[in-house]
C-alpha cells in the first residue's frame, strides 16, 4: 500500500469538495475554487470532512498514481485555504526586476529585456527591484512561472550572480586565479 496514498486528508470547514462520478473534483474554499479531472479508475471517497483515496487493484499503473492522487488533492484544498508561495532573489549589478501591468519585465544584462505574462491567478510582488514573491492557489502553476523566471538566467558558480530561490545555495567554484 503507497504510504502517502492511504494517508486520510482533514477538509477545513471553509472548504466545500464536490466529486462527480468521472472524478471530476471541484474545490471551492477561501481563496478560489480548483478543479481537476483524476483518472476514473481511482476511488476518491468522501467521509464527513475527510476524503480518502482507494485504488481498484493492484497494477503497476494504480500503484504509481494511487499517492500521485492523494498528493494532488491535498494541494488542492491548502491551495483553497493557505495558498503557496515562491520568492526570488536577484543577484548581480543591474540586474533588476518590474511588473508593468500583467506581465514581469526582467533586466539580465541581455541586450533586451525579458518580458513573461504573469499566468492567471497568480499575483506577483516585486520588492526593493531584487525580491520577486510569486503567490497564487494553484501549486503547479505557481512552480512552474517561478522556474520560468529563474531560467531568464539562472545562478553562474564564479560570482553567484543570476535570478535564485530565497533558500536556494549555489556552490561557488575557484576562478582560474585558485591555481
Known amino acids: 500500500m503507497s504510504r502517502i496514498g492511504k494517508m486520510v486528508i482533514q477538509v477545513p470547514a471553509t472548504v466545500t469538495v464536490s466529486?462527480?462520478?468521472d472524478n471530476d473534483v471541484v474545490v471551492k474554499g477561501p481563496k478560489g475554487q480548483l478543479e481537476f479531472r483524476f483518472?476514473?479508475?481511482?476511488?476518491?471517497?468522501?467521509?464527513g470532512t475527510e476524503l480518502s483515496v482507494?485504488?481498484?487493484?493492484?497494477?503497476?499503473?494504480?500503484?504509481?498514481?494511487?499517492?500521485?492522487?492523494?498528493?494532488?488533492l491535498a494541494n488542492m484544498i491548502k491551495g483553497v485555504t493557505e495558498g503557496f508561495k515562491k520568492e526570488l532573489e536577484i543577484r548581480g549589478v543591474g540586474y533588476r526586476a518590474a511588473v508593468q501591468g500583467n506581465t514581469v519585465v526582467l533586466s539580465m544584462g541581455y541586450s533586451h529585456p525579458v518580458e513573461l505574462p504573469i499566468p492567471e491567478h497568480v499575483k506577483v510582488e516585486v520588492t526593493?527591484?531584487?525580491?520577486?514573491?510569486?503567490?497564487g492557489i494553484d501549486k503547479q502553476v505557481v512552480g512552474e512561472f517561478a522556474a520560468k523566471i529563474r531560467s531568464v538566467r539562472?545562478?553562474?558558480?564564479?560570482?553567484?550572480?543570476g535570478i535564485r530561490y530565497v533558500d536556494e545555495y549555489v556552490p561557488r567554484k575557484a576562478g582560474k586565479t585558485a591555481k
Open 39 to 47: 483518472n476514473e479508475r481511482m476511488k476518491i471517497v468522501q467521509d
Open 128 to 135: 526593493k527591484n531584487t525580491a520577486v514573491r510569486i503567490e
Open 154 to 161: 539562472k545562478p553562474e558558480p564564479y560570482l553567484g550572480k
Open 19 to 21: 466529486i462527480s462520478p
Open 54 to 72: 482507494a485504488r481498484p487493484n493492484n497494477e503497476m499503473f494504480m500503484k504509481k498514481i494511487h499517492g500521485t492522487t492523494r498528493a494532488l
